[in-house]
Nanobody, 126 residues
Framework: QVQLVESGGGLVQAGDSLRLSCAAS????????MGWFRQAPGKEREFVAA????????YYADSVKDRFTISRDNAKNTVYLRMNNLKPEDTAVYYC???????????????????WGQGTQVTVSS
């Protein structure tokens, strides 16, 4: 079993940057593909970004492409989400998740991820 803990969220202004971290315990993350999702109040959880186990390939939602960067440090058992030029519509609880299945088909499908963290709140004011 894998335990995931997100951190780095907070209250920022539009245009600011944040870096979220997802630290794992219980099992090494190097064997998992990883994803970030977010859920705003009253909305469904949506895909943000994903990265393959070795970090060679990344996937992004159109809404965050060119602003967000997913990365990982397997030696630290941690995955990151760098968020630049934040917008009020980025306000949400952000979750990281592990995925054993390939990301090639359906990186954005949340049901294909297995372990989830508890989330970290990101609030962007205008």
């Amino acid at each position: 079993q894998v335990q995931l803990v997100e951190s780095g969220g907070g209250l920022v202004q539009a245009g600011d940057s944040l870096r979220l971290s997802c630290a794992a315990s219980g099992r090494t993350l190097s064997s998992y593909n990883m994803g970030w999702f977010r859920q705003a109040p009253g909305k469904e959880r949506e895909f943000v970004a994903a990265i393959t186990s070795g970090g060679s390939s990344t996937y992004y939602a159109d809404s965050v492409k060119d602003r967000f960067t997913i990365s990982r440090d397997n030696a630290k058992n941690t995955v990151y989400l760098r968020m630049n030029n934040l917008k009020p519509e980025d306000t949400a609880v952000y979750y990281c998740a592990t995925r054993s299945l390939s990301l090639v088909n359906g990186a954005q499908i949340s049901s294909r991820y297995n372990y989830w963290g508890q989330g970290t709140q990101v609030t962007v004011s205008s």
